[in-house]
């Protein structure tokens, strides 16, 4: 299953939500997107890692930032149990607690930048290890003051991953990533131009590439289609304009949906609520 059917996974209410997850079986995860910031702190297995058409081998202590929307998926290898922390976020929680000076989401732009892995050296493992260990300890408490501790706590993290993350070199040893550069540059490209000819055949000559490898290249890269990644991005960059105030009609053109009734299905399929209504939702007040 994959992003063309609409595969979302959880809803985000919370200011945050502190998972320790563990498995071991032949589940196969799969590729899937969130409408919220995650944060994924690997602890053990055999994973790699796909975000956006790259592939990260971890290594315990990882810790990998999955932006909002982005297409993930994990590669387990059932011999070994899969242990890690995840952490959903919600962005109006960060804001609330960062100004324009720091910005506590700024972790999350850096990963659209491709850096989505931050792999530290043992201090760094040592404090994170503190601070998430106290976390979880507080989640489980009745305590007075538990929830405002945790919120302290996770401020606490989010501002030292914050740090380490904009310290490249610093930081990090060599990181084994695999990615195919043609699919990333193509990638790139199609989320700066979303309002854009962004047709296979477009593609595959600006590229320099048969339309039908470029297919099967893509989507054994991604997890999707072309003409399904694109439309997705499209959507999404729809409703971030609407958000900024633009009617339903013109962020369709904006992002180069030249059909509004059928991008008003396809809008509606995706939000489960019509552009219309998605707009007063937002404007009601």
């Known amino acids: 299953m994959f992003i063309e059917q609409g595969v979302k996974r959880g809803q985000l209410n919370n200011d945050y939500k502190f998972f320790h997850l563990k498995d071991r079986s032949d ?18 297995g055999n994973v790699i890692y796909n975000i956006e058409g790259k592939s990260y081998k ?8 999955v932006p909002r929307n982005q297409v993930h998926k994990p590669i ?10 995840v952490l959903w976020i919600n962005d109006d929680f960060l804001r609330q607690h960062g100004n324009e000076e720091d910005d506590l989401l700024t972790c999350f732009k850096l990963a659209r930048e491709n850096r989505h892995l931050l792999r530290l050296y043992k201090h760094s493992i040592n404090t994170i290890k503190a601070i ?8 489980n408490g009745v305590q007075f003051g538990t929830r405002i501790l945790c919120n302290a706590l996770f401020l606490e993290f ?10 490249p070199g610093g930081h990090v040893e060599e990181v084994e990533v695999k990615f195919d550069e043609q699919i990333q540059n193509i990638i790139k490209y199609i989320n700066a131009n979303l309002d854009s000819d962004l047709s296979i055949d477009m593609l595959s000559k600006m590229f320099y590439i048969n339309k039908y490898y470029l297919m ?53 399929k995706m939000f489960g ?7 007063q939702s937002i404007f009601k007040e």
């Open 158 to 167: 989010i501002i030292y991953i914050n740090r380490l993350q904009m310290k």
């Open 58 to 65: 971890l290594m315990p202590w990882d810790i990998l930032f």
């Open 27 to 44: 589940f196969q995860f799969e590729f899937h997107y969130h409408e919220f910031n995650k944060i994924i702190i690997f602890l053990s």
């Open 273 to 279: 609520v019509s552009p219309k209504k998605y707009s």
């Open 132 to 139: 998430l260990t106290k976390i979880e300890l507080e989640e």
């Open 216 to 268: 099967h290249k893509f989507k054994a890269n991604t997890g999707c289609t072309i003409h399904n990644y694109v439309n997705f991005k499209r959507m999404q960059k729809c409703a971030a304009y609407i958000n900024e105030g633009l009617s339903p009609a013109d962020a369709a053109s904006k992002c180069g949906f030249n059909d509004y009734s059928s991008f008003s299905r396809a809008f509606s």
């Open 76 to 85: 387990v290898e059932p011999d070994e149990e899969y242990e890690r922390i």
